[in-house]
């Protein structure tokens, strides 16, 4: 053997003598204890969806949708750059699509079964009349609906022909067996009735607002919702968190869910409530109590729209009046063709404004929710904008007058401080005059409920020159910012509608703040006035007054001037 040959066996012989000994697989097992308290929602090859979760899966379901009609439009016929793919790129292509097919079948098998809105109506429960659509708590016999014997329940006289189905759902809830009677002489309840005339029914009120209507288990109301430009009418229920049932139509055009299908929506409702049985198996939800609409929801109808008188961010502005009390009002409109999120934001100014009682804030009349377009309807300050009122009585308005002003937005701002309300766009053209001159806050779209707010979703739309230098900066938010925002409001009276920083841009005016320039006073302003202004403008936020202080110091500087 060469030396060569020698050098190779040695070097082999050392290897093995350091080679280390394979250790045995790990045996592992799945401890099934850990999934013994969920009812056997775990499942092997299917999403288990819950009201913790399902938010995410609806966005998951959002942002996947347009991926797979990317990749079917890609390998459609139609598509004439398809001959030009590699192989390669095809196959990756088909991969693609057929797991993004599985993925959103997965989804939407998972959110229908869990009773969600987005799911289209019909794709989960069979829509031919043929079909069994009993669940186990029931049996349909000669058109009589009985209980099985496993789910008894006491007994309850059947209900009177004349009661109308409005009083039935009025009334406190007793759980009632079904009478054996059929059911189309059970729910002859009398004169037809509109969906929108019943009190349970709230129209296109948002999710947010639903949800902090039903509060106790079985607490339930109805109402609409659209997807892909189609109307759908809705169940919600609190029960063991929120759920949300889509009324499902036949093809005879009857409404169910999962048992039996009625002519109108009223009687199904009324159905589920007397019969004690869930909306569907999986979810278990039962119906209690009807929850009515809240004495601010009016119906589209009570309000006549008259002229138009502005246009806000999410459509115009008309004078109108109540029908009920000819009462004149305001009315701010929504676009029907606005996002659904956006909707939630016109809405949210309701919400918030519903709850507040000051001379200085701008009253809520109502919300109109009952159907498109939705609106707003406030009570209607005669004499318009606070901007436009100064700048076309420029040459009349006195000093006093403007430290008026000045003194009703502080008491207005110090009443939202106490309600920990960040309003977040005070200024002129934010403000309304009413009668005697005297100012209100109004235009609460941009406002929020909380001691500090972050912004999360970008600066878009932020009013530069009116915004204090830590939200620009770093996104907060706090009263102290609404202070800061009081001082260009004041300067802006004392200039008499006049433009904060007058030729500065946008992004110059921040430069210029961040390294310590400020507005000088308008001409004729009170030098007590101009220090609180600039008491205001403190770079520091803790550095500020409160609106306290602020009306405080104002207040007493108004009734000594003559």
């Given amino acids: 053997?060469?030396?060569?040959?020698?050098?190779?066996?040695?070097?082999?012989?050392?290897?093995?003598?350091?080679r280390s000994v394979p250790a045995d697989m790990a045996d592992l097992s799945f401890d099934n204890s850990l999934v013994e308290d969920t009812s056997g929602k775990l499942?092997?090859?299917?999403?288990?969806?819950?009201?913790l979760t399902v938010e995410w899966v609806r966005a998951k379901l959002a942002e996947m949708e347009p991926r797979l009609r990317d990749c079917q439009e890609k390998l459609s016929n139609k598509n004439t750059h398809?001959?030009?793919?590699?192989?390669?790129?095809?196959?990756?292509?088909?991969?693609?699509?057929?797991?993004?097919?599985?993925?959103?079948?997965?989804?939407?098998?998972?959110?229908?079964e869990l009773g969600c809105e987005e799911i289209p109506p019909g794709c989960d429960l069979p829509m031919d009349a043929s079909a069994d659509p009993t669940p186990e708590s029931q049996v349909v016999e000669n058109s009589v609906i009985t209980r099985k014997p496993s789910l008894p329940s006491p007994p309850a006289p059947p209900l009177q022909p004349t009661s109308s189905l409005v009083d039935i759902l009025r009334k406190p809830f007793r759980r009632k067996s079904v009478p054996s009677s059929p059911i189309s002489a059970r729910h002859n309840v009398g004169p037809a009735r509109s969906l929108v005339d019943e009190e349970w029914f709230h129209g296109v009120l948002p999710r947010e607002e639903v949800v902090r209507l039903l509060t106790r288990e079985g607490d339930f109301l109805v109402r609409e919702t659209t997807r892909n430009d189609e109307n759908q009418t809705v169940l919600s229920v609190c029960w063991g968190g929120h759920k949300h049932f889509i009324v499902q139509t036949t093809t005879e055009g009857q409404y169910r869910f999962e048992g039996p299908a009625f002519g109108t929506i009223q009687e199904l409702i009324m159905y589920q409530y007397q019969s004690g049985l869930p909306v569907?198996?999986?979810?278990?939800?039962?119906?209690?109590q009807p929850i009515a609409r809240e004495r601010w929801e009016l119906?589209?109808?009570?309000?006549?729209?008259q002229d138009k008188i502005g246009r806000g961010n999410f459509g115009d502005v008309y004078k109108g009046r109540l029908r009920a009390t000819d009462q004149e009002v305001a009315v701010k409109t929504c676009r029907i063709t606005v996002a659904e999120e956006h909707k939630r934001k016109f809405l949210q100014e309701g919400r918030?404004?519903?709850?507040?009682?000051?001379?200085?804030?701008?009253?809520?009349?109502?919300?109109?929710?009952?159907?498109?377009?939705i609106m707003i309807v406030m009570e209607l300050v005669?004499?318009?904008?606070?901007?436009?009122?100064?700048?076309?009585?420029?040459?009349?308005v006195t000093t006093k007058q403007l430290l008026t002003m000045c003194r009703d937005a502080a008491a207005g701002m110090r009443y939202l401080e106490s309600k920990n309300c960040i309003h977040r766009d005070l200024a002129a053209r934010n403000c309304l005059v009413g009668e005697n001159n005297i100012v209100k806050i109004s235009d609460f779209g941009m406002s929020r409920e909380e001691e500090e707010y972050i912004v999360s979703d970008g600066m878009k739309q932020i009013p530069i020159k009116w915004t204090a230098p830590e939200a620009l900066n770093f996104g907060k938010y706090t009263s102290l910012c609404d202070v800061w925002s009081y001082g260009v409001l004041c300067w802006?009276?004392?200039?008499?509608?006049?433009?904060?920083?007058?030729?500065?841009s946008n992004s110059k005016a921040r430069e210029k703040i961040d390294s310590g320039y400020r507005m000088p006073a308008p001409e004729g302003t009170p030098e007590e006035m101009y220090r609180v202004m600039l008491h205001c403008w403190e770079y520091q936020p803790e550095n500020r007054p409160h609106f306290d202080q602020i009306y405080c110091i104002v207040e007493n500087l108004n009734s000594s001037y003559r």
């Fill in 43 to 51: 499942l092997a090859n299917t999403l288990t969806v819950d009201n």
């Fill in 492 to 504: 802006e009276i004392f200039a008499k509608g006049g433009t904060p920083y007058p030729g500065l």
């Fill in 299 to 305: 119906n589209n109808d009570d309000v006549i729209l």
């Fill in 82 to 112: 398809l001959q030009e793919l590699s192989e390669v790129e095809l196959a990756e292509l088909k991969c693609e699509e057929k797991k993004l097919s599985r993925q959103l079948d997965v989804i939407k098998k998972a959110l229908t």
């Fill in 352 to 373: 918030i404004l519903k709850q507040y009682d000051h001379p200085n804030i701008v009253k809520l009349i109502g919300i109109c929710v009952q159907k498109q377009p």
């Fill in 382 to 396: 005669v004499g318009g904008s606070l901007l436009t009122y100064l700048r076309n009585n420029s040459t009349v």
């Fill in 280 to 288: 569907t198996g999986r979810s278990g939800a039962v119906l209690r």
């Fill in 1 to 18: 053997m060469t030396p060569y040959g020698r050098n190779v066996h040695s070097r082999s012989k050392w290897l093995n003598g350091y």
